[in-house]
């Protein structure tokens, strides 16, 4: 096979190759949930990916929602000798496996192959406003094949109305051979070209007449689309004001379409570079247009790089493992990478956000995806632990926004973090640093991890010296019966629940200090971490009761009996 001149990008050798689902998201790192939320990328069926700026309907979903809220898909639909690919069902009825080839945090693909030809729709960001496609397609038959691309931008559904969200303008401009779609009076602009001329452009806000175009393999062209959104409430509670129109003209969104031919001449491959870019104004959209079409593939491999170091050193599953086994190890190991995000705000080093969606630093979640990750990358998993401990606002640790801003507030008041029983991070450590031995990382993390404990002792101790969670989100366990909350009050006050799990995640800790202050050679430390560490188990061992380890009450000295009657 030989290659155009555009140039091809290609794909690790450690990568584990497979058919992975052609579902997921691209990695946004600019994207946090308070001083820039600026959305998710994520795979829009069969073929498109786009930018999801407003909220999700599941937990933590709200903060992909921009101010200007909406989304922003680049939808393909390719036809190919006249049989068109455009929805799901055109593969499933032809009996066509759609899968992903490649599937990391960097690049997505779909791949599939249809009558000699081989087709690839490679993913990924090259900047925080520039999502960036390589369509490849290889014939492999011995006649010449002929495709015509069509590239949409699907824009609007906004969330909410705000001032200046009157509908959706678009516009093509012959001299940057490109499409631009417009909230208007005021909102975020897109634009959508290619590295090659197109064929036709045209937009309209009927997804009728759009599905149309494409199946016909429509070529024409036309003005574009002035799309108004249906009437509805500002923000601010007052009307909208729209001037009146008649009814099928108000709609939510426009379908921006450029269209290419491509012709693939036997044993060729021809690459289409597509972006959709976003900007403040048309020409900071253009520009970014621009510079995604010529720097895209060199981005690309920038980040390939990076994950051919990654799964260099990443354990697999190999031989006679499920393949859904197989796929699953990747999917996890992936969503942990996107994870962790690049500094921000009071976070100087990397940290682990939980989620993508709605990044926010929680020691325990931390703890569970740095054990994962060491096992990949052990550096960036120590530069993850020792960045939550010493870029925390307080010593305990608590649950924060990038910006510094508490994400768990009690009913007592207080700014909570995670109990050391969440995730067990000082088993974390105590892992890594039996597999690493580094020190120097060790002696830097010491006086966070004590001034960790201390904080839990003097705040999280009663007047004998048992510990309790301020609240059941504290403890890990939201609303759970052994705190005896009525309805759903998971912040409300736990502070008369003596916690044997706390407990003997505390003697734990105490056990691991000792160890690393050996190992540090603070033999003064030794001694007190251990004397500690006596007097918690032997307080765990006491509160063994009626076969088992339980809560006690703080102002009886009673253990809690919880009877759970089975209702099979």
């Not at 979640?365 to 960036?380: F, H, K, N, P, V």
């Not at 029983?421 to 006086?447: E, H, K, M, T």
Request: aromatic share 12%.
């Amino acid at each position: 096979m030989t290659r155009n001149s555009s140039m091809i990008i290609d794909l690790p050798a450690s990568f584990p190759q497979s058919d992975y689902t052609p579902f997921g998201y691209l990695d946004n790192p600019h994207h946090s949930a308070v001083l820039n939320p600026s959305g998710i990328l994520r795979t829009v069926p069969p073929l498109g990916m786009g930018f999801w700026a407003r909220a999700l309907p599941w937990p933590y979903g709200i903060g992909t929602e921009r101010r200007l809220s909406y989304l922003s898909f680049l939808h393909l639909s390719v036809g190919i000798d006249g049989q068109v690919f455009h929805s799901l069902e055109d593969f499933a009825w032809r009996g066509i496996d759609l899968v992903s080839r490649y599937h990391t945090k960097h690049l997505l693909s779909y791949d599939w192959s249809f009558e000699g030809l081989q087709i690839s729709a490679k993913y990924s960001l090259v900047s925080e406003h520039a999502l960036f496609c390589s369509l490849e397609i290889t014939n492999t038959s011995p006649q010449q094949k002929a495709c015509v691309v069509h590239a949409t931008n699907i824009y609007g559904f906004p969330a909410r109305r705000y001032w200046g969200c009157d509908g959706i303008s678009t516009i093509y401009k012959p001299f940057e051979d490109a499409a631009f779609a417009k909230v208007w009076a005021y909102g975020d602009i897109f634009a959508l070209g290619a590295n090659r001329a197109s064929s036709a452009h045209k937009a309209t806000a009927s997804d009728e007449e759009w599905t149309q175009w494409i199946t016909t393999g429509d070529l024409g062209s036309n003005e574009g689309a002035l799309v108004r959104f249906s009437p509805g409430v500002f923000h601010n509670g007052f009307s909208a004001g729209l001037t009146p129109v008649h009814e099928e003209q108000l709609e939510d969104h426009v379908n921006m379409v450029m269209s290419y031919e491509v012709n693939i001449a036997p044993g060729r491959t021809e690459v289409l570079r597509l972006c959709l870019s976003r900007g403040v104004n048309e020409v900071n959209a253009s520009a970014t247009l621009r510079h995604a079409l010529s720097e895209g593939p060199l981005r690309a491999a920038e980040q390939l790089s990076a994950d051919e170091d990654f799964y260099r050193r990443a354990p697999r599953l190999e031989e006679d493992w499920p393949e859904d086994w197989k796929h699953g190890w990747i999917y996890d190991l992936e969503t942990i990478r996107m994870t962790i995000r690049p500094p921000v705000g009071i976070f100087r080093h990397p940290w682990d956000g939980m989620q993508v969606h709605t990044p926010r630093s929680v020691l325990g979640e931390m703890s569970l995806d740095t054990l994962c990750l060491s096992y990949a990358d052990i550096d960036l998993a120590k530069k993850v632990i020792f960045g939550t401990f010493a870029d925390a606002p307080m010593p305990n640790v608590p649950c924060t926004r990038e910006d510094g801003s508490m994400n768990m507030i009690s009913e007592n008041a207080s700014e909570c973090g995670t109990a050391p029983n969440w995730g067990f991070g000082f088993l974390v450590i105590q892992s890594i640093l039996a597999r690493d031995g580094d020190l120097v990382w060790l002696r830097d993390l010491y006086p966070y991890l004590e001034r960790f404990l201390q904080w839990w002792m003097e705040n999280r101790a009663d007047d004998h010296g048992w510990f309790h969670a301020d609240c059941s989100w504290e403890s890990g366990q939201d609303g759970s019966q052994r705190f005896r909350l009525s309805g759903d009050t998971p912040g409300a006050s736990t502070v008369d629940v003596r916690t044997v799990d706390i407990e003997a995640s505390m003697a734990h800790a105490f056990r691991a200090m000792a160890e690393f202050a050996l190992r540090l050679e603070r033999e003064a430390d030794v001694r007190r971490w251990n004397e500690l560490a006596e007097d918690r188990a032997r307080r765990v061992r006491s509160m063994y009761v009626d076969g088992w380890y339980r809560d006690f009450d703080a102002s009886t000295g009673d253990p809690i009996l919880i009877r759970i009657t089975s209702t099979l």
